[in-house]
Structures are given as C-alpha cells and as structure tokens.
T-cell receptor, first 112, second 116 residues
Framework: GENVEQHPSTLSVQEGDSAVIKCTYSDSASNYFPWYKQELGKRPQLIIDIRSNVGEKKDQRIAVTLNKTAKHFSLHITETQPEDSAVYFCAARRYNTDKLIFGTGTRLQVFP | GAGVSQSPSNKVTEKGKDVELRCDPISGHTALYWYRQSLGQGLEFLIYFQGNSAPDKSGLPSDRFSAERTGGSVSTLTIQRTQQEDSAVYLC??????????????FGSGTQLSVL
C-alpha cells in the first residue's frame, strides 16, 4: 500500500524567511497530492493540491512542486508570517481509489 | 448542516467499555473517511466509504474496530473493549468522488476519546 514520509517533523523560521517541507511517496500509481494545514485546536484544511500531470503550482505565497520520477513533492512557503504557524500534512492518493494517505506532519513555527 | 459534524466532541470511558462515534458528512458527499490522530502525531488512515461500502478497511488497528455507513450519509465508528492506547482524536472527513471538480476533503472537529 501507499506510504508517505514527511520531513522535517519540526521547522522554525524567522518571519519573512522561506519554509520548505518535503514528502516522498511509495506508490508510483499515485496521481493526486494535496497539502493540509492544521492550526492549533482546529481541523485540517486544504491549502493547495497538485496532480501528476503538473510539475508546479502556485497560489500567492504558497507553491507545491512534484517530481514524479523521484516520487517526491514539496511545499514552499515564501515570506512567512506568524499566522503560517501550524502543522502541515502532505498526502497522496492512488489514481483508481479515494483512499488518501497522509504524512506524519510538520510543525512549522514562524517567529516574529 | 453546513459542515461535517461529529459527536460526541469528547468521550471519556473506562477500559473495556465499548464506544460509538458518529459522523454526519456534508450532504451530497459520497466519500467518507475516518482518521485517528494521537497527541502530536499524524493522521492515521482507518477506513473510508464510497457510498455505503467500504472498499478499504486496511487501516483498522484490530478487530475491535468496526465502522458502518447507512443511507450513504451518517457513519459510526465502534470500538469494542476499549484500551488505553485507543485514546486519540478521531477525525471524520467527507468529500466528492475521485475525478470530481473539487476533491477537497472537509474535516469534522473530531471526537477526543480518553480511555481511563
């Protein structure tokens, strides 16, 4: 079955710096890769997603890149702000299923 | 309702008791998921439903765990003979099928289960 590994588990950055979170997946048939953000005490919410037919996708300060050959994808946050502080989860889904497998999460702290 | 609703929000039980957790998905969402989140940990996949059927039950930790969904809507996750290691937040999510125009999952606020 699918296995998703996520690194780092914790990440601390200064406000204004960039943050990068990386994930690798095991199932080469996976074709959908979303990222969810979970603020403290709240439910996870989708922030961006990418499909396997695209190499990069951007939405304001957030971008995701996908390397299908290496089976890894990354979340990039530029000009970080304190409100970006949260736990971020990557996930992967095989093309013929609804099963979504999440990574172990990255706790991002942005210091003012 | 406007979002995914879970009940109870908190459940404290004694070791060995059975518990039932409920999830009411967003109307029209055919896919429904159960995840478990232990303190400071990731989202552990338990089971998902497409309509009333569960194509993949591989994430259920043991045979003490079961889930059902009726009428393509409400789902219940049952844990029999609870153990202390079952203590966690149980999250439910719903969404539209693969290939839909919007594949975003909407999560409920979870049930915090504490087994004493």
């Amino acid at each position: 079955g699918e296995n998703v590994e996520q690194h780092p588990s914790t990440l601390s950055v200064q406000e204004g710096d960039s943050a990068v979170i990386k994930c690798t997946y095991s199932d080469s048939a996976s074709n959908y890769f979303p990222w969810y953000k979970q603020e403290l005490g709240k439910r996870p919410q989708l922030i961006i997603d990418i499909r396997s037919n695209v190499g990069e996708k951007k939405d304001q300060r957030i971008a995701v890149t996908l390397n299908k050959t290496a089976k890894h994808f990354s979340l990039h946050i530029t000009e970080t702000q304190p409100e970006d502080s949260a736990v971020y989860f990557c996930a992967a889904r095989r093309y013929n299923t609804d099963k979504l497998i999440f990574g172990t999460g990255t706790r991002l702290q942005v210091f003012p | 309702g406007a979002g995914v609703s879970q009940s109870p929000s908190n459940k404290v039980t004694e070791k060995g008791k059975d518990v039932e957790l409920r999830c009411d998905p967003i109307s029209g969402h055919t896919a429904l998921y159960w995840y478990r989140q232990s303190l400071g940990q990731g989202l552990e996949f338990l089971i998902y439903f497409q309509g009333n059927s569960a194509p993949d039950k591989s994430g259920l930790p043991s045979d003490r765990f079961s889930a059902e969904r009726t009428g393509g809507s409400v789902s219940t996750l049952t844990i029999q003979r609870t153990q202390q290691e079952d203590s966690a937040v149980y999250l439910c999510a719903s969404g539209t099928p693969v290939g839909g125009s919007n594949e975003k999952l909407f999560f409920g606020s979870g049930t915090q289960l504490s087994v004493l």
